[in-house]
C-alpha cells in the first residue's frame, strides 16, 4: 500500500472511530437515561400504590374497545372471551373483520350468538365499506362485529372508530389479550390529567404465561430461546425506554396492540393513514403535530401497569417478517413527518424523540453493518489491532447486556411480576446472545427491509398464530 | 483511558449498583409482607388488649397512647395500624370501641402536622387514613380539615384528591367550597368527572352544600362551574328555574348551557319545552350540539309538538341530531312500525336509523328476558 493510500486509509478510520463513539455514546447515555429513569419510575409507582396514591373510587370514562381481525379464527374468540372479563363497567367491544379469508366472522358469530342488523355507521373518517353488522346485547357490554371490504390494518381500525359510541377508543390486535386492570390503569392518566389525549399501555410476550380469568396465574420465561430473547427485548422498551419518553410528552409510538385515544382529536386529526404500515406511530406523531399545530395542549401518557398480553413470534421467519413491517412502517412515519426533524416548534419530541428514531433505530441498521465491513476490510487492510478490537467487542456486550439485565430486573417493581431464581439465570444467560447474535441478524433484516416495500402496501403481516393459554 | 470509555465505565457502574439493588430490593419486598402482617398481628392485639383494659377499668392507659403516637409517626406503621383498626373495632359500636376511636382523635390533630412536613405521598396517605378513620364529622372549626383544604395547593395529584376525598366523609359543606375555590385558584389540572364524582360522595348535607356552590357560582371557573351543574344534575331535581337561567343565557359558555339543557332531559320542566323544541328546530350547522342534545332531552316530553319536532329531526343534514332524534322517537307511546312508513318511507337515512333502533329494541328486551 503507497503512503499516500494509507495516509488516506488512516484518516478516513480515524473519522469512522470519532464518528462512532460519538455515536455509540449517545446510544449507551440513552439507554442508561432509560433503564435508570425506567427503574426508578417503577420503584415509585410501587410505592404510591402501598400508600393509596392512586385513584380509589370507581370513575368510568366509556370507552369503545376496536379490535381490527384478518384471518384471525386462532386467537380471536379468546381475545373476545379476555375483553368480556375486563373489571370495568362502561364500554363496548367492536371486532372489525377486515375482509378475512378463513371463517374469522362465522367463529365470532357462533360463539356470542351475534345477530345480523342493519346499523347506519356514520363515516367521518375514509374506509371501505361495510358489507354487514352483527351485533349483540346478550353480554355484559354490547358485541358488534362489522364484516368491511379488505383495506388493510389502518382501514379497519377508521371503520371502528366511525362505529364507535364512546369519546374515548382502545385499539388491540386480535392475537392479544387483556389483564383484568388494564383499561382500567389505562384510563387512570385521562383521569389524572384532561388534556390527555392517548395513553400507550405495556405489551409483553405471553409466551410462558397463564392466565386465568384474565389474571396472570403462572408467569415463567418462555422454554424457547427466541421468545426468551424477545421478552428481554419487551423489557427494555416498555420497562425503560418509554418510561423515559413519557417524562418528557415525548413518547411517540404507542404499540398497535393496545392504545387509548380521545375519539374527537383523533377524528379532527385524519384518524389513521391506511397507506403506512406503521399505522400506529404514524397516528400518534400525526397528534403530535395537529395539537403542536393547533396550539391544543395535550399529553401523550404511557401507563406502565396496564397490561396486554400478545404473543412474540416463536419461529426466525414469523420474527424476521414482523421486524421488516415495524421498519418500514417507521421508514414511513419519519418521512412522512419529516418537518419535525430539527424543528424547534416540537421541541423534545424533534430533538429527542425523533432524533432517537431516527439516528438509533431507522439508521442503526445501515450504520451497524456498516461498522462491520469497515472493521472487516481494517482486518485485510491491517489496520485492525485485534486483541482491542476483542476487548471493545466484549465491553459492547457485557455493557449492553447489564443495561438490559437492569431493565429486566426493574420488573421486580411491577405489581404483578416476579421474579424466580430460573427466569433470573435464563435473562443473564440469554442477554449476551441477544446483544451479540439476534442483535445482528434483525440488523440485517431492518436493513433489507425497504428493498422493494412499496408492492406490500396495505398488506396485513401474518404469523403464525397459536391458542393464547387464557381460560 | 479516554473520555468516553470513562463515561461508559460509569454508566455500567451505575447499571450494576442498580441492578444489585433489585436484586436486594426484592429480597426485601419478599420478606415485607410477612413483616407487615407480623406488625398488624402485633397492632391488632395491643388495640384489643387496651379495649379489654378499658372494660375493666373504664380508663384509657395513657402510655399506650404515646407509644403509638410515636410508632404511628412512620408511614408502615400507620399502614399496618389501619389494617389492624379496622379489623379491631369495626363499626365501633360497643362502647369500648366507640371510646377508642374518640381518643384517637386527638391523636391524628397531633399527628397531622408530623405528615404535613412528609414527603407528598406520606401526606396523601395520612388523608386517605383520616377518611377511614376520622370521627369529628360536621365541624366547621377544626384543623385538620383546614389541613385539608391546605392541600388543594399541592402540586401531587394524590395529595389533592386524597384530601378532598377526607373533606367528602368529613361533611362539611363550608369546608368542601372552599377546598373547590382554593383548587381552582391553582394551576393544577383536574378531570372534571373526578370533581363531579367525588362530589356525590360526599356524606353531608347536599342540599346545604348545593345552595353554597350557588352563592358563589359566578366566582368559579367555567370548568368547575361545569362540575357543579353536573352534580346538581345527578343530584337533584330541584333547581330547575336556576337552570332554566343558566339555559336561556346566551351570555354563558356553550358547555354549561347544554349541561343545563341535559338537566331538562333528566327532570321534566314544562316551562323548558319551548326553548328545547326551538333548539331542536335549529337548522344552523354552527348549533348542531344545542340541537343535537336538545333533541335527546325532548324524549321524556310529550306531546304532538315534540313528535313533530322530532320527526324533522330525523331528516337533519347532521347525523348526531338524526340519530338522537330515532332514539327520542322510539320513546314516545307511538306505533314505531307506522312511524316508520310516514317518516321514513321518504328518506332512506332516516329509514335506515329507525329500522336499527326497532332492532336494538329488540335484542335488548331480549337480552333482558334471557338475563332476568
Known amino acids: 500500500m503507497s503512503p499516500g493510500v494509507r495516509d488516506f486509509m488512516e484518516a478516513f478510520y480515524n473519522s469512522i472511530g470519532l464518528f462512532f463513539v460519538l455515536y455509540m455514546l449517545g446510544y449507551a447515555s440513552f439507554l442508561f437515561l432509560s433503564v435508570t429513569v425506567g427503574s426508578s419510575t417503577l420503584f415509585g409507582a410501587r410505592r404510591r400504590s402501598l400508600l393509596k396514591s392512586e385513584l380509589q373510587n370507581e370513575y368510568y370514562i366509556p370507552v369503545s374497545i376496536v379490535v381490527p381481525a384478518h384471518n384471525e379464527n386462532v386467537t380471536l374468540v379468546d381475545t373476545v372471551h379476555s375483553l368480556l372479563q375486563l373489571d370495568y363497567r362502561l364500554y363496548e367491544i367492536i371486532v372489525v373483520d377486515d375482509g378475512s379469508t378463513d371463517d374469522t366472522a362465522d367463529v365470532l358469530i357462533d360463539a356470542f350468538d351475534l345477530r345480523l342488523v342493519n346499523r347506519p355507521i356514520q363515516r367521518r373518517l375514509r374506509c371501505q365499506p361495510v358489507l354487514a353488522v352483527y351485533e349483540s346485547r346478550a353480554h355484559k357490554v354490547p358485541l358488534t362485529l362489522i364484516r368491511k371490504k379488505n383495506g388493510g390494518k389502518a382501514d379497519a381500525l377508521n371503520m371502528g372508530i366511525n362505529a364507535s359510541q364512546y369519546p374515548y377508543f382502545m385499539c388491540m390486535d386480535a392475537d392479544s389479550v387483556l389483564q383484568r386492570d388494564s383499561l382500567e390503569m389505562l384510563v387512570r392518566p385521562v383521569l389524572e390529567d384532561d388534556t390527555v389525549v392517548a395513553v400507550g399501555g405495556a405489551v409483553r410476550p405471553c409466551n410462558g404465561a397463564t392466565i386465568v380469568d384474565g389474571k396472570v396465574e403462572k408467569y415463567r420465561m418462555p422454554r424457547k430461546i427466541l421468545p426468551c430473547m424477545q421478552v428481554l427485548e419487551y423489557d427494555r422498551s416498555f420497562l425503560a425506554a418509554r418510561i423515559l419518553f413519557d417524562k418528557f410528552n415525548g413518547s411517540i409510538i404507542i404499540s398497535g396492540a393496545f392504545g387509548l385515544f380521545k375519539k374527537s382529536v383523533v377524528v379532527d386529526a385524519g384518524g389513521y393513514d391506511a397507506t403506512t404500515m406503521g399505522e400506529n406511530m404514524e397516528l400518534v406523531v400525526k397528534l403530535h403535530v395537529f395539537c403542536r399545530e393547533h396550539d391544543i395542549p395535550y399529553r401523550i401518557r404511557y401507563a406502565t401497569d396496564a397490561i396486554c398480553w400478545t404473543q412474540a413470534p416463536e419461529r426466525l421467519r414469523d420474527l424476521m417478517k414482523q421486524r421488516r413491517r415495524w421498519h418500514i412502517g417507521l421508514f414511513q412515519c419519519l418521512t412522512r413527518h419529516r418537518r419535525i426533524l430539527m424543528n424547534p416548534k416540537y421541541g423534545m419530541v424533534s430533538f429527542i424523540s425523533y432524533m432517537y428514531f431516527l439516528l438509533y433505530e431507522l439508521l442503526s441498521p445501515y450504520i451497524e453493518v456498516f461498522g462491520v465491513l469497515t472493521i472487516g476490510l481494517a482486518g485485510i487492510l491491517d489496520f485492525l489491532n485485534f486483541p482491542f478490537w476483542v476487548l471493545y467487542l466484549g465491553i459492547y456486550i457485557a455493557f449492553s447486556a447489564i443495561l438490559s439485565l437492569t431493565a429486566f430486573f426493574a420488573r421486580i417493581h411491577t405489581i404483578d411480576l416476579r421474579l424466580t431464581f430460573s427466569d433470573a439465570v435464563k435473562a443473564v444467560l440469554l442477554c449476551a446472545l441477544e446483544v451479540s447474535c439476534l442483535r445482528f441478524v434483525l440488523a440485517w433484516v431492518r436493513m433489507t427491509a425497504l428493498f422493494g416495500y412499496r408492492k406490500k402496501k396495505m398488506v396485513w403481516g401474518r404469523i403464525e398464530r397459536k391458542k393464547i393459554s387464557f381460560r | ?372
Not at chain 2, 406503621?77 to 359500636?93: C, P, S
Not at chain 2, 404535613?116 to 388523608?127: H, L, V, W
Open chain 2, 1 to 372: 483511558m479516554t473520555g468516553a470509555e470513562m463515561i461508559l465505565y460509569a454508566y455500567g457502574a451505575v447499571c450494576v449498583a442498580m441492578l444489585i439493588f433489585n436484586v436486594a430490593y426484592d429480597f426485601f419486598q419478599r420478606g415485607r409482607d410477612e413483616r407487615m402482617g407480623k406488625k398488624q398481628e402485633e397492632y391488632l392485639a395491643a388495640i384489643r388488649a387496651e379495649l379489654a383494659f378499658f372494660r375493666e377499668k373504664g380508663t384509657w392507659e395513657e402510655r399506650y397512647f404515646r407509644r403509638l403516637k410515636k410508632t404511628l409517626s412512620r408511614v408502615d406503621n400507620l399502614i399496618a395500624f389501619d389494617r389492624a383498626l379496622t379489623d379491631a373495632v369495626g363499626d365501633g359500636t360497643d362502647e369500648a370501641s366507640a371510646g377508642y376511636q374518640e381518643r384517637l382523635q386527638n391523636l391524628l390533630l397531633e399527628l397531622a402536622p408530623v405528615y404535613r412536613k412528609r414527603e407528598k405521598m406520606e401526606a396523601a396517605y395520612f388523608a386517605y387514613f383520616l377518611s377511614r378513620h376520622k370521627l369529628e364529622k360536621f365541624r366547621t372549626d377544626d384543623a385538620i380539615q383546614d389541613l385539608m383544604v391546605e392541600y388543594m395547593t399541592e402540586d401531587n395529584l394524590y395529595c389533592r384528591i386524597n384530601a378532598m376525598n377526607a373533606l367528602y366523609v368529613f361533611g362539611v359543606p363550608e369546608k368542601i367550597v372552599q377546598a373547590v375555590a382554593v383548587l381552582d385558584r391553582t394551576d393544577h389540572v383536574f378531570n372534571e368527572k373526578i370533581l363531579t364524582d367525588g362530589l356525590l360522595t360526599y356524606q353531608g348535607d347536599h342540599e346545604r352544600l348545593t345552595e353554597l356552590f350557588w352563592e358563589k357560582f359566578d366566582d368559579f371557573s367555567m370548568k368547575v362551574q361545569l362540575c357543579i351543574l353536573n352534580y346538581v344534575r345527578f343530584r337533584t331535581g330541584t333547581y330547575t328555574e336556576r337552570m332554566f337561567g343558566i339555559m336561556q343565557d346566551v351570555s354563558r359558555y356553550k358547555e354549561l348551557r347544554i349541561s343545563a339543557i341535559r338537566y331538562f332531559g333528566k327532570y321534566v320542566y314544562e316551562p323548558a319545552r319551548g326553548p328545547l323544541l326551538e333548539f331542536a328546530r335549529d337548522p344552523d350547522p354552527v348549533n348542531w350540539e344545542y340541537a343535537a342534545i336538545a333533541t335527546t332531552s325532548l324524549a321524556r316530553y310529550r306531546g304532538d309538538d315534540v313528535v313533530s319536532v322530532l320527526m324533522e329531526g330525523l331528516h337533519s343534514p347532521n347525523w348526531y341530531v338524526r340519530y338522537n332524534a330515532a332514539v327520542s322517537l322510539e320513546a314516545q307511546d307511538l306505533d314505531y312500525m307506522d312511524l316508520i312508513e310516514v317518516v321514513g318511507g321518504r328518506d332512506r337515512y332516516a329509514r335506515e336509523m329507525m329500522m336499527y333502533r326497532l332492532e336494538f329494541r329488540r335484542m335488548t328486551q331480549e337480552a333482558q328476558g334471557v338475563k332476568g
